[in-house]
Nanobody, 116 residues
Framework: QVRLVESGGGLVPAGGSLRLSCAAS????????MEWVRQPPGNEREMVAS????????NYSDSVKGRVTISGDSARYTVHLQMNSLKPEDTAVYYC?????????WGQGTQVTVSS
């Protein structure tokens, strides 16, 4: 059973920074990419950033490009999301997602709140 645990969320003023982390365990051989998905209050989920654990190539949504950096450690199956210049519209629950050939695995989510 794959388990993903996020950490690092919290309350931050606009313009501030946060670093989210996610650690995968249990059946991690099933994961070949990891990503962060967020769900703002009252809105649908959207992909923020993803990274391949095979080649380390990142991918970003247009809404965060230039402000966010995703990094991963394929040996430890961990992924981090460094978020800078945060805006109130970045307020959301952020989920870590592991994806592989047998399916997708979600963490419990961590709340990020950006005050104006």
């Amino acid at each position: 059973q794959v388990r993903l645990v996020e950490s690092g969320g919290g309350l931050v003023p606009a313009g501030g920074s946060l670093r989210l982390s996610c650690a995968a365990s249990g059946g991690i051989f099933k994961i070949d990419s990891m990503e962060w998905v967020r769900q703002p209050p009252g809105n649908e989920r959207e992909m923020v950033a993803s990274i391949s654990l095979e080649d380390g190539l990142p991918n970003y949504s247009d809404s965060v490009k230039g402000r966010v950096t995703i990094s991963g450690d394929s040996a430890r199956y961990t992924v981090h999301l460094q978020m800078n210049s945060l805006k109130p519209e970045d307020t959301a629950v952020y989920y870590c997602v592991g994806r592989g050939p047998w399916g997708s695995y979600w963490g419990q989510g961590t709340q990020v709140t950006v005050s104006s």
